[in-house]
């Protein structure tokens, strides 16, 4: 059973865009999302104070911290999952991780199959029933690329009303890092 008597702010830079919502139980008190590829990390923080101050409330207000966890852009999910993180410590409140895929499935009924871009003609896909999953996400070779999918961070603070399960919230990867040794010989310490 939800517990919609909760302050939550969500937010989401997973994608291509900084998104936040405050949401009281079933009330958007404030929501903001803005278009980007790159500078999630400088925007977060001040949109969040935005959202806070549209929706009238301070960070001490919060019940909880609600954050998307991918998949997606690696350094996107990982801008805010270690926000959230730090949010939650320092304010002593839960943070709450939700998947990508279950923010998407919000709402759905009946059989439904989430597929997302994973780029080199792969996608990833996870099956739900009802919103629920009734799966595990796959990576998948793909026919097409799917059309590009944001994250509303409203289905995130809503998912994130749930009874806790006391895990802190982790980044999605399902495939390793693009990221590349370097080239060059590691440099020679002298005694």
């Known amino acids: 059973m939800p517990h919609d008597d909760l302050l939550i702010l969500a937010f989401d830079t997973s994608a291509a865009?900084?998104?936040?919502?405050?949401?009281?139980?079933?009330?958007?008190?404030?929501?903001?999302?803005?278009?980007?590829?790159?500078?999630?990390?400088?925007?977060?923080?001040?949109?969040?104070?935005?959202?806070?101050?549209?929706?009238?409330k301070r960070w001490a207000d919060l019940d909880r911290i609600a954050v998307c966890t991918g998949p997606g852009n690696f350094t996107g999910v990982r801008i805010s999952v270690s926000a959230a993180r730090g949010l939650a410590l320092s304010l002593d409140i839960p943070a709450v991780g939700i998947s990508a895929f279950e923010a998407l499935a919000f709402g759905s009924e009946g059989n439904t199959s989430v597929v997302l871009d994973a780029r080199r003609g792969q996608v990833y896909r996870q099956d739900f029933r009802d919103g629920l999953a009734i799966g595990v996400p796959e990576r998948e070779i793909a026919d097409g690329v799917p059309e590009a999918q944001t994250v509303d961070p409203v289905a995130v603070a809503t998912l994130a009303m749930r009874p806790l399960d006391g895990v802190k919230p982790a980044p999605v990867y399902l495939r390793p890092a693009d990221a590349a040794l370097p080239s060059d010989p590691p440099p020679v310490i002298l005694p």
């Open 17 to 56: 865009q900084c998104a936040a919502a405050l949401v009281y139980g079933d009330m958007v008190l404030a929501e903001k999302s803005e278009a980007m590829t790159k500078g999630q990390a400088e925007r977060l923080f001040p949109l969040l104070e935005e959202v806070l101050v549209e929706g009238g």
